[in-house]
């Protein structure tokens, strides 16, 4: 019940990215949690897929998430608009090699062959991402307090759910508790950025 809980939490928050990416003509994930999120996704559907019915739940989340990777290929260059595009290409395909490489190895060397430590490493990689995102841009472009909170509410339920099934190590409550401290900045400050342009982060979808 508790996975489930999770793969709804956070399928509604990949979709309220993508519904915002559109209507803010930007993408809505910073590109190193995107490129390291497919690479999970690739490694645990197709790779060293799960035993469980999970996988399938993977794969669409893999498709999900070819629509972000789309809306970063279509609206990225504009973001990064002081690299020449030349460079920009690279730095995408290296950043993707090198993220590939580094949740393959973690799987390997701890042998998370249901992916836990990567897919915990990744999320709070995601959430700091998301605070710089923020500041970066200095507006609400491609964001929303409902994508920062179905992105938390998902995480404690897949924690909750590894905790039963797993003997939770300290490092997946070290990085839990990263989770937690960065997506409650990160609202707080959505929060705050709405005020400031006098709008409601909670009208705001």
């Not at 039963?164 to 997506?183: A, P, Q």
């Not at 705050?192 to 409601?200: L, M, P, V, Y």
């Amino acid at each position: 019940m508790l996975g489930g809980l999770c793969d709804t939490l956070w399928a509604i928050a990949y979709i309220l990215i993508i519904r915002r990416g559109f209507k803010d003509q930007t993408y809505g994930m910073p590109m190193v949690a995107l490129l390291t999120n497919l690479s999970w996704e690739i490694i645990f559907s197709f790779i060293y897929p799960y035993d469980t019915i999970q996988v399938y739940l993977n794969i669409v989340w893999f498709f999900i998430d070819l629509i972000i990777l789309y809306q970063f290929i279509k609206f990225g260059k504009q973001e990064f608009n002081k690299i020449p595009k030349d460079w920009f290409w690279m730095t995408v395909c290296v950043i993707g090699v090198i993220s590939f490489a580094a949740v393959f190895s973690v799987t390997v060397e701890f042998q998370d062959w249901y992916g836990n430590y990567t897919g915990f490493g990744d999320n709070m990689m995601m959430s700091a991402l998301f605070i710089w995102m923020l500041f970066e841009r200095g507006d609400l472009r491609g964001q929303s307090i409902y994508i920062a909170l179905s992105k938390f509410l998902g995480t404690t339920a897949a924690f909750a759910s590894v905790s039963l099934v797993f003997e939770t190590s300290f490092l997946l409550r070290f990085m839990y508790l990263g989770v937690l401290v960065f997506d409650m900045i990160y609202m707080m400050l959505i929060y705050q950025k709405a005020q400031e342009t006098g709008i409601s982060a909670w009208q705001r979808v």
